[in-house]
């Protein structure tokens, strides 16, 4: 059995996750992300899907491939962002709403210390259909992870989150 007693999110940032144009989508359309944030970090959007299965959207693996700019997915203070946005240096995708029909979710992921991917494993699917304990056991998967620092030494660092549940018809 998983234990997610007593893990509760943080979201010191205060950071904002919207999904546009709402919290209901058809299979086909398009959407976006406006993202805002109260601290300076880094942020990482994973889509979380009917099944559970985690894909990293922003930023996403080919635009990391195009781009050498470690800070890319700096977010700052008062500058909220929208993605997919034509001039932001990861840009190039779009996000199309795609099967199966279900409720998903979408989860920014705010890091104080410079991260641009997140290799985190499905959800169980003991969980799925429960918002709050998929948020905190992703929670509790990313507060293992360490960062690099300036010495490459690894450390752990702040995170904030913020998650919506979403349907697909």
Do not use: C
């Not at 993202?35 to 990293?56: A, C, E, F, M, N």
């Not at 304990?133 to 989150?161: C, G, H, M």
């Amino acid at each position: 059995m998983l234990d997610l007693a007593g893990v509760t999110p943080s979201n010191q940032a205060e950071l904002s996750v919207q999904m546009l144009p709402g919290q209901t989508v058809t299979v086909g359309s398009y959407v976006s992300f406006k993202i805002s944030s109260k601290k300076l970090g880094y942020l990482v959007l994973v889509d979380v899907d009917v099944r559970g299965h985690l894909t990293q959207i922003y930023p996403n693996t080919a635009a990391l491939a195009r781009t050498k700019r470690t800070n890319g997915n700096l977010i700052k203070p008062g500058n909220p962002l929208t993605v997919p946005l034509p001039t932001d240096p990861y840009a190039g995708v779009r996000y199309l709403v795609s099967p199966p029909n279900g409720q998903a979710m979408i989860v920014g992921i705010l890091s104080a210390a410079p991260v641009q991917i997140l290799d985190l494993p499905d959800v169980p699917a003991e969980i799925l259909g429960k918002p709050d304990a998929i948020v905190a056991y992703l929670y509790k998967r990313v507060r293992e992870l360490r960062v690099p620092d300036e010495d490459n030494q690894l450390r752990e660092t702040k995170w904030s989150f913020d998650a919506h549940p979403y349907t697909i018809q």
